[in-house]
């Protein structure tokens, strides 16, 4: 039997990077059988030699951060500097996941109350089996070792399927975590298409399925997920929205806006998507942005459009953003494939797809507020809700209007800050996904709560779940529930 094999190329060039096998369902089946295997055997390992196993691969991860972050750039086209950037991050959640697993997940006793205070109480955290982690081409070490080091520090195997366009990195995390746990396959890379990702989501074996993509393909995994009652994490990017505050620092808040909306080429599901400048500022910040804008470019500073076809969804965005406002940098003819010029557009209208639909491109729209409460109720009003940015000098005013924002992550001051502090969760609400990855609860995304009381002693007159319970057993049940709760507050 001939195996269907497919190329991963080089976006900015069309090299062949390397050739894939396209993993059948009855291929992903046996993966999963032997991740099963491999998970009852990494659950059982005692969680020091876990943590040490997974110090170990972080170690390996970074010894070849080199030759990784060259695949990285030869799959992606994303210029080497970034590659190693989100090598390094990735690095520092394996370093988190491993170290904190066992305080965040490990057995811990909890509080009775008193009417249970005849038992002792514990919670801890067990692994779920095997982890489906389904990743996206656009950061793919980061953002897949966002679910997989976490998954894998709580003590589950994983199947993973990097996207089709960035296989040979999916391979290679495979190949580096071999390394460092020789004996079992706990971490397995499946590649292939769409159809290799809906064979994994459609194992009843699979006990959770980690996604980052599209809202629709999300929508997809969900329906295959349900026929067996399998829970998912869906990270489904964003259009996110910059605010700049009368008070901000415009230079900083401008070299911020920019690098987070163009690098990467506006790849990155919290990059800046949408700009909202208070009146008092708005010359002022635009000439700055102005300023810089002109200095970068494509090719140098960023790479080429990753994704083909995202190129189209960006011409659209551009063509429908230029019919009606104002064009500040770039324009219709910014994108030259496989790279796009940065565009800059003043007063779309807030109901336009440029305003409304995820770009993935290196374009902005920019619009002038009354306020920050204005431009904090338009950054709210997306169906998207993944991440944000605040600038203001003003710290109580930032932290109050980044807590009113409808997201699950927002950067003060800074752009895309949180995706580096491991501790914090990273996720989104509405039409950007739900689940978290990251943080202690990224570990427990990953992990099913087990509880259980003990009985210590039986409390004498108080034999409460028996059908020999008395009268006089609920009049004393009645008689304390009064004294402990029955009292108001006004
Ligand atoms: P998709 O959502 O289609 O793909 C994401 C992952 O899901 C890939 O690994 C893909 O595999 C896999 N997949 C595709 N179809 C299925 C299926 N039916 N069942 C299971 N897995 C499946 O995203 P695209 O790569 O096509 O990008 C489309 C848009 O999604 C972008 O333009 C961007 O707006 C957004 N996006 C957001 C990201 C984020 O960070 N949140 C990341 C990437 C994209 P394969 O690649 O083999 O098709």
Redesign the pocket.
């Known amino acids: 039997m001939t195996t269907l094999t497919f190329d991963s190329l080089n976006p900015a060039t069309g090299e062949v990077v390397g050739s894939h096998p396209k993993h059948s369902q009855d291929t992903v089946r046996q993966a999963v059988g032997r991740a099963e295997e491999a998970a009852a055997w990494w659950a059982a390992l005692a969680p020091a030699e876990r943590r040490r196993r997974l110090l170990d691969y972080k170690a390996v991860v970074t010894q070849n951060l080199r030759e990784l972050a060259d695949l990285v750039h030869r799959e992606t086209g994303k210029p080497t500097g970034d590659a190693v950037l989100e090598i390094v991050l990735a690095v520092t959640h394996i370093d988190w996941a491993a170290r904190h697993a066992e305080k965040v997940l490990g057995r811990r006793r909890v509080s009775t109350g008193m009417i249970g205070m005849n038992l002792a109480a514990t919670l801890e955290y067990l692994p779920l089996g095997v982890v489906g982690v389904?990743?996206?081409?656009?950061?793919p070490v980061f953002?897949p070792m966002g679910s997989i080091a976490y998954a894998l520090a709580a003590g589950n195997a994983v199947v993973f399927?990097?996207?089709?366009?960035t296989p040979g990195v999916g391979v290679r995390l495979a190949e580096l975590f071999a390394e460092s746990v020789p004996e079992h396959p706990v971490l397995q890379t499946v590649t292939?298409?769409?159809?290799?990702?809906?064979a994994?989501?459609a194992d009843p074996r699979v006990k959770k399925i980690a996604?980052?993509?599209?809202t629709?393909?999300?929508k997809?995994?969900m329906a295959?997920c349900a026929e067996n009652l399998t829970p998912i994490v869906a990270?489904?990017?964003g259009k996110d929205a910059f605010i700049v505050d009368a008070d901000a620092d415009l230079k900083a808040a401008a070299d911020a806006c920019l690098w987070g909306a163009m690098s990467n080429a506006g790849q990155?599901?919290v990059g800046v998507e949408r700009v909202y400048v208070v009146d008092a500022v708005y010359e002022p910040f635009m000439r700055e942005l102005k300023e810089r804008v002109a200095t970068v470019r494509p090719g140098e500073h960023y790479g080429p459009i990753t994704?083909p076809?995202?190129l189209d969804?960006i011409q659209r965005h551009i063509d429908d953003a230029v019919k009606s406002g104002n064009v500040v940098t770039g324009g219709q003819d910014a994108v030259k494939a496989p790279y796009v010029d940065p565009v800059i557009v003043e007063d779309v209208p807030e109901d336009s797809p440029a305003v409304r639909e995820?770009t993935?491109g290196p374009t902005i729209t920019v619009r002038r507020t009354t306020d920050a409460q204005e431009a904090l109720e338009l950054a709210n009003a997306s169906a998207y809700g993944l991440a944000g940015t605040i600038f203001s000098r003003n710290a109580r005013r930032a932290m109050e209007l980044a807590r009113l924002m409808r997201t699950g992550m927002t950067a003060i001051n800074s752009v895309i800050s949180f995706a580096g502090v491991p501790a914090l969760p990273f996720g989104g609400v509405g039409d950007s996904g739900f689940g978290r990855i990251h943080g202690a609860d990224g570990l427990r995304e990953f992990a099913r709560p087990k509880a259980i009381s003990r009985q210590r002693f039986a409390l004498p007159g108080m034999n409460l779940t028996s059908f020999s319970r008395g009268a006089d057993e609920l009049e004393r049940l009645i008689r304390l529930v009064t004294f402990l709760h029955g009292r108001r507050k006004r």
Do not use: D, H
């Open positions: 389904i990743g996206p081409w656009n950061y953002t399927k990097p996207s089709e366009l292939g298409l769409g159809e290799t990702g809906a994994l989501a996604f980052t993509g599209s629709a393909t999300a997809r995994v295959a990270e489904c990017g990155t599901c994704m076809a995202q969804v995820e993935f």
